[in-house]
């Protein structure tokens, strides 16, 4: 990190210089290993409950969200966002006298100030203040009660593992040798790239590219699936694609990157594209090819911890690993690799580990959001997964071009999509595309939570004119086919006889 004043701050909080570990208790409640956001809500919570509690941190606290994740890519996407306001101001009968450009230098100097602002929350010295032994170094397993580090040995009568995931890597050849970026340096960067090839169209690589290539970057997007954002609604990821490309970024699809060689200081990317060959050359590589469950150096054995490389500590739906005494919460164990899902299996993991619990981590709505322009937000089930599990389901649009704010906003690019359970007004999921499809999602998961159905929303009083008004409008939709031909006849004969 380059050390300005906003990083120094940023690192007096998650990472005092001169920091003296304690003198370990003689055994704690609970150890929690990693304070990223599964160690820090676990640590807190239990601490706040009157738990004694270790938390142990090699790195920074506040883990990838607050130092290289969340928080500096979405302090990035603001600047961008305001970027493509200026850049289209004209349609909405702003004239801006000269052509809008970023200043790279000034959009990474607001985004430090910012992570840096936000950091005393997951400070060091706060969580001393709630009564947590603090450890900064490496956790390590000595056996099925005892963790170590730094020389100290923490005794613990539970413990848990959160010690998150990383970039996964991909064994290209002449990758390594010719240097790339991931998340954990690209918020460093000094100078931006003129040319930049982002490997991998899931959720972190289209928001970076959209970021980049409005800054200025050429940005080449390179997935190896046939669609970007694979997991998403195939609709929902079109709309992305042709934003992404109208941004001016130039996206392959179903293509394999064969090998990258350096050539100076540029890089040449070998590409595979349905049986042709393409070269593609830019100033760097960003790598966002997935993550990888930080497994490694943990001693997990000593602990009989089972585990997997690939998809991290193994745990049963109560976050229990094969050890009764260690739970896990968090990237490090999870298919659901968002900040707020480490936050509701911490949750979990305190209610388990600490008061013979039966929370269930399956039984969690896990919403998400990718945070591109405009964003791509679900909750619940897709179509095909539904199909897949033999579930009947119904599907209600709104498109946002007949959404009124949405039209007097200019933001019409997106739409509210919601499953049924065929025969109810019972949400199974949602897929939203909209500028702010996240911020909307919070209603239609709340009604799956509460079980409310569709029908319930359409009843709702939404205020006009807001883009919300898209969900009321598909509960108008899906109460409309409540109107069977019978109910009509019987309506028809009732206005008739009361004419
Ligand atoms: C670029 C990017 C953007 C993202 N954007 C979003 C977003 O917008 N919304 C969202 O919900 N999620 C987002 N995420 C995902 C989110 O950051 C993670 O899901 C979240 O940080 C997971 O928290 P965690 O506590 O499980 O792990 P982490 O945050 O990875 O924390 C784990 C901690 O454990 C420490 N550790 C590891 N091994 C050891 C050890 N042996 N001893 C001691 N400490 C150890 C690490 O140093 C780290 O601090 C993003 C991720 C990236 C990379």
Known sequence: MPADDHDKLLLENVRPAGWQNPKPAERYNLVVLGAGTAGLVTAAGAAGLGAKVALVERAEMGGDCLNVGCVPSKALLRCARAFADVRDAAGFGVAVPQAAHVDFAAVMERMRKLRASLSPVDSASRFRSLGVDVFFGDARFSGSDAVEVGGKRLRFRKAVIATGARAAALPIPGLAESGYLTNETVFSLAELPRRLAVIGAGPIGCELAQAFARFGSRVTLLEVAPQILIREDPDAAA???????????????????KSIRRQHDERVLEIELKDRALQVQADAVLLGVGRAPNVEGLNLEA??????????????????????????????????????????????AIRNALFFGRAKASSLTIPWCTYT?????????YEKEAREKGIDVVTFTQD????????????????????????????????????????????????????????????????????????????????????????????????????
């Open 239 to 257: 709309r992305i694609e042709r934003a992404l490309v109208d941004d001016g970024i130039t996206i392959f699809a179903g293509c394999k990157v």
């Open 373 to 381: 322009d405009p964003e791509i937000a679900h909750v619940g089930l």
């Open 400 to 499: 946002l071009a007949e959404v009124d704010r949405a039209v007097l906003d200019g933001e019409t690019d997106g739409f509210v999509r919601v499953h049924l359970r065929k025969g109810s007004d019972e949400i199974l999921g949602a897929t939203i595309v909209a500028r702010h499809a996240g911020e909307m999602l919070g209603e239609i998961t709340l009604a799956m939570v509460a079980k409310i159905g569709l029908g319930k929303i359409a009843d709702t009083i939404h205020t006009y004119p807001t883009q919300a008004l898209a969900i009321k409008k598909v509960g108008d939709a899906y109460n409309r086919t409540r109107l069977t031909p019978r109910v009509k006849r019987l309506f028809e004969g009732w206005f008739k006889w009361t004419r």
């Open 303 to 348: 602990a009989g911890v089972a585990y997997d490389a690939q998809r991290g500590v193994q745990v049963n739906e109560l976050l229990q690993t094969t050890n009764p005494r260690v739970y896990a919460a968090g990237d490090v164990c999870s298919a659901f690799k968002f900040t707020h899902a480490a936050d509701a299996m911490a949750r979990v």
